[in-house]
């Protein structure tokens, strides 16, 4: 079946300017994560969706940046007034959302360069 | 919180050679244990994950992890590697307690395989 897609692969944006990235996760899984990784680190999370609702969003780093998923499938990270430092590589990833340490599904990953 | 130390950023070795990818991690609550692998220009994957019971776990490929709550670790190891190892392996952890799904990640190990 279909993995974890995401949109654009690439996105070049300008200092200030806003940007939407999109997740489509896998059919029926109902758990949701967003994760960010800077160049030579590993991924850092940003925030995790039970359904249509935030259930951990410790991991924004400021109100620059905002998630929603509307209906429990898609879902779009916002970042507004976009700074050099957000340049990295936005990874979206899904699970079954029934238990615990379940194994998370990743997609390919949005690269983000601010100028 | 959490945090995983990957103690080699760069491990190279010899094809059929063994090798053992380190991980250290610190938590104030237990936590399960992952190995992710992120091939070139694909997205990440998960190589096993330790959630309970026997220390010693056996993953896809050929790898397999020991759990050492003592010493806090959870190593990578596989006793032959192929040039189609080469990759970059991301060691994690997740809170055990109700609701924490999140993933917190080492800063990753590049293993090259030299023919």
């Known amino acids: 079946g279909a993995g974890v897609s995401q949109t654009p692969s690439n996105k070049v944006t300008e200092k200030g300017k806003y940007v939407e990235l999109r997740c489509d996760p896998i059919s029926g899984h109902t758990a949701l994560y967003w994760y960010r990784q800077s160049l030579g680190q590993g991924p850092e999370f940003l925030i995790y969706?039970?359904?249509?609702?935030?259930?951990?969003d410790s991991g924004l780093p400021n109100d620059r940046f905002f998630a929603v998923r509307p209906e429990g499938s898609v879902s779009t990270l916002k970042i507004q007034r976009t700074e050099r430092g957000d340049s990295a590589v936005y990874l979206c990833?899904?699970?079954?959302?029934?238990?615990?340490?379940?194994?998370?599904?990743f997609g390919p990953g949005t690269r983000l360069l601010v100028l | 919180a959490q945090s995983v130390t990957q103690l080699d950023s760069q491990v190279p070795v010899f094809e059929e050679a063994p090798v053992e990818l380190r991980c250290n991690y610190s938590s104030s609550v237990s936590v399960y244990l992952f190995w992710y692998v992120q091939y070139p220009n694909q997205g990440l994957q998960l190589l096993l994950k330790?959630?309970?019971?026997?220390?010693l776990v056996k993953g896809i490929n050929g790898f397999e992890a020991e759990f050492n709550k003592s010493q806090t670790s959870f190593h990578l190891r596989k006793p032959s590697v192929h040039i189609s190892d080469t990759a970059e392996y991301f060691c994690?952890?997740?809170?055990?307690?109700?609701?924490?799904?999140?993933?917190?990640f080492g800063q990753g190990t590049r293993l090259t395989i030299n023919p």
């Open positions: 330790y959630l309970s019971g026997s220390t």
């Open positions: 990833a899904s699970s079954p959302g029934l238990a615990g340490a379940e194994t998370q599904y």
């Open positions: 969706f039970q359904g249509t609702g935030a259930a951990d």
């Open positions: 994690a952890v997740s809170p055990m307690f109700k609701g924490a799904q999140k993933l917190v």
